[in-house]
């Protein structure tokens, strides 16, 4: 007997067909990611020195202010990720 996820999985693949990948999209994909990761470390150790900063100073709305752009840096960096990636995995790169 299938499991809920195992029948939903089958339904998508009908829907839309996955090709495989190929080595250089793999690889693309695998640079990319590096590449994104670096980024997001980048950022936060940027922006987590200013952080510590401000609780020390005791400034905890500018705390929240920088807690707030390193999340929003963050989701930003991430999304352009999976849109290369998924321009990679499209054919289009």
């Known amino acids: 007997m299938k499991s809920a996820y195992e029948?939903?999985?089958?339904?998508?693949?009908?829907q839309s067909p996955s090709a495989p990948l190929t080595a250089e999209q793999k690889?693309?994909?695998?640079?990319?990611?590096s590449l994104y990761r670096a980024k997001v470390?980048?950022?936060?150790l940027f922006l987590a020195e200013q952080i510590r900063r401000e609780e020390?100073?005791?400034?905890s709305a500018?705390?929240?202010?920088?807690?707030q752009q390193l999340a929003s840096e963050i989701?930003?960096?991430q999304d352009d990720c999976e849109q290369?990636?998924?321009?990679?995995?499209?054919?289009?790169?």
């Open 7 to 14: 029948l939903a999985m089958e339904r998508l693949q009908k």
């Open 27 to 33: 690889a693309q994909i695998a640079e990319i990611d």
């Open 41 to 44: 470390a980048e950022k936060e």
């Open 56 to 59: 020390q100073a005791g400034a």
């Open 62 to 67: 500018e705390v929240d202010r920088l807690t």
């Open 75 to 77: 989701r930003r960096l």
């Open 84 to 93: 290369k990636k998924g321009r990679v995995r499209a054919g289009q790169d």
